[in-house]
């Protein structure tokens, strides 16, 4: 007798030991296991728009495809494309180091769902050193700095880190609650000797109502896709800036060396001058017209090389270097600009990439499937128990009454709220729609101008290239026979000079233009721009039959 009543005082303890010790091992177990987070893409399939007679809502459901949280290059790496507007968005894959564990706490879990815990975002692209560029032939490309530049940008790190966070919600969403394990005792009936001791051991687990999980997962599925887009975005704007400061900085050495060679010329011209005068074929004002032009130069060299240094300064400040860093020069010539394709094809391509468009269509995913969960909130959440109760006095003819189990559930009969839950999650769905739609007409209009633009510079650069410089370089040949015969004044010659480097420093703004407004065409685009491309749009979403709950004021 003794020993039983021994064992029923200890036994709480111990089942709650042995409890305990399962979980652990359990979360440990699933520590270790790698999962994917499939993205989900949803159109309402029915409106829950609440009703003032009827039965409640049931034939609310988010269609749910998704292909798996994939990526062959994280968002911070150079290179990586832009996902079109029905991609998937992946999370990143754990090619950096893993973070550090707690220092205390218990272990970390991942849910039996999908969604795995990416690694630390910091970590995802480290920045290359930059050794090479202080090699003495080292020349500074485009495509090199841009990704050195996505790869070390903070505003995008910090965005990544955003994104992941998000991506964290999945499986919180779609986990169950943790069980729940109760014991009573009655402590003086273990010292009575009328009654054997007493004491409660019992355990429940709350089930949602069918879909509540699957609809929750949606809704952190859609918000993560819609951070993704937000990263890509402002991926697509760093970029556009790094290749304007590349573009200014060639620019600012391309019209030194036309400095530098005008300055040549000119001094050839003084030279040409000098020795005139010498044989007393010319005025002493010659040789002074040729000193005041040299001084000009050298006044426009000193302008020129404040523009190099503020050019270098905007690139080592993206590179998050010190703004007086060195930097090699840029190549001696970029390529030209090819011919764009038709703006009705580069509009259908801007609404398959255009990332802000994606985000806008994760929201309005997002805003259908909390639709769908607030409709769910018409049926009631399940509690599944069970308990053995040794309440029951004596054991002898109370024995089979002891082990006990039932259901506790929410009675929903305060349906008022959840109507309008409803509206407010498709009023809010249709809000996302009517943004989406202005974001397609802008898209439309933003790339039509940047079209227009890229088009006027190319054609600028070869009216430059075609015409302008030919004329101007016979003008010059012309003015410098003329001189050297006695024919014209030394002032023809310094002005049909100064016209012609006027014009091709004019040319080689244009190029540097061009190439600015392709950049911008670019990000205006969402994707690179090849030659010919395939037209296929995004359908919009389809919007869904909104209605005020009863007895509330129609909307506005």
Request: neutral net charge; glycine residues 4%; proline residues 11%.
């Amino acid at each position: 007798m003794r020993l039983v009543v021994c064992a029923k005082r200890y036994l709480p303890l111990v089942l709650s030991l042995a409890l305990g010790a399962g979980c652990r091992s359990g979360a440990q177990r699933s520590s270790t296991a790698s999962t994917g987070a499939p993205v989900a893409s949803g159109v309402l399939a029915a409106s829950p728009v609440a009703t003032a007679n009827g039965p409640p809502p049931t034939n609310v459901a988010v269609a749910a495809t998704g292909a798996p949280f994939a990526s062959t290059a994280p968002p911070g790496a150079p290179g990586a494309a832009v996902q079109p507007a029905s991609a998937a968005s992946p999370l990143p894959p754990p090619n950096g180091p893993a973070a550090p564990a707690p220092l205390a706490g218990p272990p970390v879990m991942t849910s039996a769902a999908p969604g795995p815990l990416p690694v630390n975002s910091a970590k995802l692209q480290a920045p290359v050193r930059l050794e090479s560029w202080e090699a003495p032939d080292a020349t500074l490309s485009v495509e090199p700095l841009v990704d050195q530049v996505l790869a070390r940008n903070p505003s995008i790190e910090a965005m990544v880190d955003g994104w992941q966070a998000a991506a964290q919600r999945y499986p919180q969403a779609v986990s169950l609650d943790d069980p729940v394990f109760m014991s009573m005792v009655a402590p003086a009936s273990f010292n009575s000797g009328t009654t054997e001791p007493a004491f409660i051991v019992g355990g429940s687990q709350k089930v949602p109502w069918f879909g509540k999980r699957a609809a929750r997962g949606r809704v952190a599925k859609a918000e993560a896709s819609a951070a993704f887009q937000d990263v890509q975005t402002a991926r697509l704007e760093v970029a556009e800036a790094a290749r304007i400061a590349f573009y200014d900085y060639y620019l600012s050495w391309r019209l030194l060396e036309l400095n530098q060679q005008n300055r040549m010329q000119m001094e050839r011209f003084r030279d040409t001058a000098r020795r005139r005068f010498e044989a007393n074929l010319v005025t002493q004002q010659d040789v002074l017209q040729a000193d005041v032009a040299l001084s000009d130069v050298a006044r426009r060299e000193l302008e020129l090389r404040r523009m190099v240094r503020v050019a270098a300064a905007r690139i080592n400040t993206l590179l998050l270097r010190e703004p007086d860093a060195p930097l090699p020069p840029p190549p001696a010539a970029l390529p030209e600009t090819s011919e764009l394709p038709p703006a009705e094809e580069l509009r259908a391509l801007a609404v398959n990439c255009r990332p802000d468009l994606a985000a806008l269509g994760a929201r309005i995913r997002a805003e259908e499937a909390s639709a769908a969960l607030a409709a769910k909130e018409f049926y009631p959440d399940v509690e599944f128990y069970g308990r053995y109760d040794s309440f029951w006095q004596p054991s002898s003819t109370q024995g089979p009454l002891r082990a006990q189990t039932g259901v506790n559930m929410n009675v929903p009969i305060y349906r008022r709220k959840r109507y309008a839950a409803v509206n407010e999650s498709l009023f809010r769905a249709g809000q996302k729609r009517a943004e989406y739609q202005q974001r397609l007409n802008d898209i439309h209009y933003e790339v039509q101008s940047a079209y227009e633009m890229s088009e006027q510079a190319r054609q600028t650069v070869e009216l430059y290239r075609g015409r302008f410089l030919p004329t101007a370089e016979n003008n010059v040949s012309a003015a410098r026979s003329s001189y050297d015969v006695g024919q014209t004044q030394f002032l023809s010659l310094i002005q049909a000079q100064q016209q012609l480097i006027g014009l091709r420093e004019k040319q080689a703004e244009a190029q540097a233009d061009s190439l600015r407004r392709r950049a911008e065409l670019e990000r205006v685009v969402g994707c690179p721009i090849p030659d010919r491309l395939p037209t296929a749009p995004e359908p919009i979403p389809a919007p869904a039959a909104t209605a005020p709950p009863p007895n509330a004021p129609p909307a506005k």
